[in-house]
């Protein structure tokens, strides 16, 4: 028994051997710079990052949108009052009263016989006479009565309201143009102005004076809305809405279309009269129109 545990011993001691030099041996390999499987794939995961391009910053966009809804407010009110009217009614009536009548008849030859001691004497005869007299009496009946009710009645109106949106403009030193500015987010081309590339936000913006009479062409531009015959309001390019006042063209316009037109930014609305002038005038810019072009016939 004594020499089966000492062999037991024995063969422990040599895998306890073996597994220490095996462990040695791996740790030198390593420690002489052998590559081991893990580190190979990270390092391929690296240079693939480093391929893909690195994040510099990231900047959050933002735009507004637009919900109409209704809520109850206080439209004035209705006093209902009663009053009493006086009238004067005439209704004819027919009045009697009694009257005397004296009638004078001759002597009978019974009354030559009558006794005579009432003759001339003074006698008085008191007679009550009748007459009748008009007499009001008033009973209240019901004339009716009067019902108050509220009723809903609809009207159809347009809301008009300003939506912001946000987007970058990336200028580059030495050039004279910005970059994303021109262009819509999907990369197709905005208005186009005839004297310079402006970015749209300016014409709802305290800089738009410096645009005063410069000439405009805008190009694929959706119509948000007509107002009137005159008035219309484009999207000037990345959701900034631009009024457009022409003479003749609105009244044919629908909002959804696709337009094009030309004229001259304007900040002022002097030369106009009535609500489209004070109207244009409370606006930082518009659009006097030359031409508008319905494109989608």
Same mark, same amino acid.
């Given at each position: 028994?004594?020499?089966?545990?000492?062999?037991?011993?024995? #063969?422990?001691?040599?895998?306890?051997?073996?597994?220490? &030099?095996?462990?040695?041996?791996?740790?030198?390999?390593?420690?002489?710079?052998?590559?081991?499987?893990?580190?190979?794939?990270?390092?391929?995961?690296? &240079?693939?990052?480093?391929?893909?391009?690195?994040?510099?910053?990231?900047?959050?966009?933002?735009?507004?949108?637009?919900?109409? /809804?209704?809520?109850?407010?206080?439209?004035?009110?209705?006093?209902?009052?009663?009053?009493?009217?006086?009238?004067?009614?005439?209704?004819?009536?027919?009045?009697?009263?009694?009257?005397?009548?004296?009638?004078?008849?001759?002597?009978?030859?019974?009354?030559?016989?009558?006794?005579?001691?009432?003759?001339?004497? /003074?006698?008085?005869?008191?007679?009550?006479?009748?007459?009748?007299?008009?007499?009001?009496?008033?009973?209240?009946?019901?004339?009716?009565?009067?019902?108050?009710?509220?009723?809903?009645?609809?009207?159809?109106?347009?809301?008009?309201?300003?939506?912001?949106?946000?987007?970058?403009?990336?200028?580059?030193?030495?050039?004279?143009?910005?970059?994303? #500015?021109?262009?819509?987010?999907?990369?197709?081309?905005?208005?186009?102005?005839?004297?310079?590339?402006?970015?749209?936000?300016?014409?709802?913006?305290?800089?738009?004076?410096?645009?005063?009479?410069?000439?405009?062409?805008?190009?694929?531009?959706?119509?948000?809305?007509?107002? /009137?015959?005159?008035?219309?309001?484009?999207?000037?390019?990345?959701?900034?809405?631009?009024?457009?006042?022409?003479?003749?063209?609105?009244?044919?316009?629908?909002?959804?279309?696709?337009?094009?037109?030309?004229?001259?930014?304007?900040?002022?609305?002097?030369?106009?009269?009535?609500?489209? #002038?004070?109207?244009?005038?409370?606006?930082?810019?518009?659009?006097?129109?030359?031409?508008?072009?319905?494109?989608?016939?």
């Amino acid at each position: 028994m004594k020499v089966t545990l000492w062999k037991s011993h024995v #063969a422990l001691a040599g895998m306890v051997a073996v597994t220490v &030099t095996l462990t040695s041996g791996c740790c030198s390999s390593k420690h002489k710079g052998g590559t081991s499987t893990s580190y190979e794939s990270t390092s391929s995961t690296e &240079t693939t990052s480093a391929d893909s391009g690195e994040t510099k910053a990231v900047i959050p966009l933002y735009k507004e949108n637009v919900s109409v /809804g209704t809520r109850q407010v206080e439209a004035g009110t209705v006093t209902v009052k009663k009053i009493v009217k006086t009238e004067t009614v005439n209704q004819p009536v027919e009045l009697k009263h009694e009257e005397i009548v004296i009638e004078r008849t001759p002597a009978s030859s019974d009354s030559s016989s009558a006794s005579s001691d009432s003759a001339f004497t /003074g006698q008085e005869t008191v007679i009550h006479l009748m007459k009748e007299e008009p007499m009001i009496q008033k009973t209240t009946v019901s004339s009716g009565q009067v019902v108050l009710k509220a009723r809903s009645e609809s009207t159809q109106t347009n809301i008009q309201t300003e939506v912001r949106s946000e987007d970058v403009a990336v200028s580059k030193p030495g050039d004279g143009q910005s970059m994303g #500015a021109a262009q819509s987010p999907s990369g197709s081309a905005s208005g186009q102005s005839s004297s310079s590339d402006v970015h749209p936000s300016v014409y709802t913006s305290s800089d738009a004076a410096a645009q005063e009479g410069n000439a405009v062409q805008f190009s694929n531009r959706k119509v948000l809305s007509v107002t /009137g015959d005159q008035l219309t309001c484009i999207d000037a390019g990345e959701g900034h809405p631009l009024y457009v006042y022409s003479k003749y063209g609105a009244s044919r316009l629908k909002p959804g279309d696709v337009v094009s037109v030309t004229g001259v930014i304007k900040t002022s609305a002097t030369d106009m009269k009535g609500a489209t #002038a004070q109207f244009l005038g409370s606006q930082q810019s518009y659009l006097y129109a030359k031409t508008i072009d319905r494109m989608n016939w």
